[in-house]
């Protein structure tokens, strides 16, 4: 699949008036369903069930999984039957709706047996025709793919701004800093409460962390919380610069970058970079949220 993901000057008062240039990555442009970090974090994993001569993707999520989305279109692009287990009891949404426009079989399961992960594989029929593609698609394929957006920058910068979950697109973000020896710092805005994890992730995906940073005060609550301030934040931001995003993934991390950079933590004249991670689906799960 082609890479359309540009790299493009953002504007809003609060950039002009701390003297900063910050720029977006637009992978939410890459694919509507593949969106933003997922095909990264998929590409090689494609390559790997190539190799293997795997014809079936299994893998796992919530029921608003941007992951899930990405391998049922992904699949059906590249002729790959799909099959998902999805944590929790049976619901319909339109996520899961178009996985399944998209061929993928879906089976709920208990949040107990969700758990663990090689079990339920195991208990597949033929489970020696199925490629494994962990939960959010992370591992060490995910990381090569996320690796190559740093390649394709064409500027300099010293601070990338992303959301983390799993970790696997920051841990890819950092051995891509790394490889090409940038003076960069990655600024990582984990989503989830307690989210120091996201050092050891990284750490177990192959990554240095000399040049991570982890802001963990801006999950607003723990995975797909918000807050009234967050809400806010969002419906401002998307409103002031035409670029969507929602409240699960980009909204915390850019409000992290708003706060940053108010809080005066960058220098005058310093060049920043937000990679938007796309997941705008998201928001069809949180239209109660947005009260005008
Ligand atoms: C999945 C997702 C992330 C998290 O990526 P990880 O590699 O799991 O840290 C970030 N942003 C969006 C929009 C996502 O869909």
Not at 240 to 269: C, N, R, S, W
Request: charged share 20%.
């Amino acid at each position: 699949m082609q890479i359309n993901s540009p790299e493009l000057v953002l504007n809003h008062p609060l950039y002009s008036q701390k003297q900063v240039t910050v720029h977006i990555k637009r992978d939410d442009m890459i694919h509507p369903f593949i969106s933003g970090n997922k095909w990264r974090k998929l590409k090689y994993n494609l390559v790997e069930a190539e190799n293997q001569g795997k014809k079936k993707l299994l893998t796992f999520g919530g029921a608003w999984s941007n992951h899930l989305l990405a391998t049922a279109c992904t699949g059906a692009i590249y002729g790959y039957k799909t099959k998902a287990f999805v944590r929790g009891e049976e619901v319909v949404n339109p996520v899961l709706t178009m996985c399944q426009m998209f061929g993928m079989i879906i089976q709920f399961v208990d949040r107990d047996s969700y758990r663990d992960k090689k079990a339920l594989f195991e208990s597949l029929e033929s489970n020696e025709d199925y490629y494994f593609i962990d939960e959010g698609g992370s591992g060490i394929e995910a990381t090569r793919g996320c690796a190559e957006l740093i390649e394709e920058l064409t500027n300099e910068y010293e601070a990338i701004f992303c959301a983390a979950g799993t970790g696997a697109t920051a841990a890819g973000l950092a051995i891509g800093i790394d490889k090409i020896g940038l003076n960069t710092n990655l600024h990582v805005v984990p989503v989830l409460k307690g989210g120091t994890f996201i050092y050891d992730e990284m750490k177990a995906l192959g990554a240095s962390l000399d040049k991570t940073i982890l802001h963990t005060d801006y999950h607003f609550g723990g995975y797909a919380k918000t807050k009234p301030e967050l809400i806010q934040f969002v419906k401002e931001f998307v409103a002031q610069t035409g670029v969507m995003i929602e409240p699960t993934y980009t909204g915390k991390a850019l409000f992290a970058l708003h706060d940053l950079i108010a809080k005066d933590h960058f220098e005058i004249d310093s060049k920043i970079l937000f990679v938007h991670t796309g997941g705008l689906t998201g928001l069809l799960g949180m239209l109660d949220k947005f009260s005008f």
